[in-house]
T-cell receptor
Framework: KAGVTQTPRYLIKTRGQQVTLSCSPI?????VSWYQQTPGQGLQFLFE???????NKGNFPGRFSGRQFSNSRSEMNVSTLELGDSALYLC????????????FGPGTRLTVL | KNEVEQSPQNLTAQEGEFITINCSYS?????LHWLQQHPGGGIVSLFM???GKKKHGRLIATINIQEKHSSLHITASHPRDSAVYIC??????????FGSGTKLNVKP
């Protein structure tokens, strides 16, 4: 089985722009979670989707949004980018029941200038 | 207030040593995860625990639900074990909380 894929792998944007990141889960997995990792804050939970519905949400401003499609692929969007949004964005998929192991993608490295 | 505390933050060991990383949490949980992150960013899930003890090769993870504490042990450590180890908890099927990570460096 192919692993979790994320595109793009690297991205450079300027302040005020918006960005969309994509995540394709492992085939058959119905849950996708998104995380932000920065040197200062470490790993932080953004949101979790299951069957196209947001199941949980972390403490991030409304500029951060996401969605999941019927094929379980997920996108996250960050609008009005700030310098502090520079981070590694990771997605993870799991089969779907709540206590499942998470399988992580390689991440998207976003740099905001 | 951190829901998850890990110790130590940094750990240097000689090849072959027995290593212990600790994780304490303050919330009721449905599961605790141990993650490994190598330089370059890739994260691998090592264990998911809700009780007792699990073992994969040289890695052992234990959890004490009453004391809200988990440990990750590495026996016969090897330089390829050098990575950041992260503890994560999920209170009552809610969002994840992460520890700040333990950076392990195993010297040959």
């Amino acid at each position: 089985k192919a692993g979790v894929t994320q595109t793009p792998r690297y991205l450079i944007k300027t302040r005020g722009q918006q960005v969309t990141l994509s995540c394709s889960p492992i085939s058959g997995h119905r849950s996708v979670s998104w995380y932000q990792q920065t040197p200062g804050q470490g790993l932080q939970f953004l949101f979790e989707y299951f069957s196209e519905t947001q199941r949980n949400k972390g403490n991030f401003p409304g500029r951060f949004s996401g969605r999941q499609f019927s094929n379980s692929r997920s996108e996250m969007n960050v609008s009005t980018l700030e310098l502090g949004d520079s981070a590694l964005y990771l997605c993870a998929s799991s089969p779907g029941t709540v206590n499942n192991e998470q399988f992580f993608g390689p991440g998207t490295r976003l740099t905001v200038l | 207030k951190n829901e998850v505390e890990q110790s130590p933050q940094n750990l240097t060991a000689q090849e072959g040593e027995f290593i212990t990383i600790n994780c304490s949490y303050s919330v009721g949980i449905s599961a605790l995860h141990w993650l490994q992150q190598h330089p370059g960013g890739g994260i691998v899930s090592l264990f998911m625990l809700s009780s007792g003890k699990k073992k994969h090769g040289r890695l052992i993870a234990t959890i004490n639900i009453q004391e809200k504490h988990s440990s990750l042990h590495i026996t016969a450590s090897h330089p390829r074990d050098s990575a950041v180890y992260i503890c994560a908890v999920r209170p009552n099927f809610n969002k994840f909380y992460f520890g700040s990570g333990t950076k392990l460096n195993v010297k040959p």
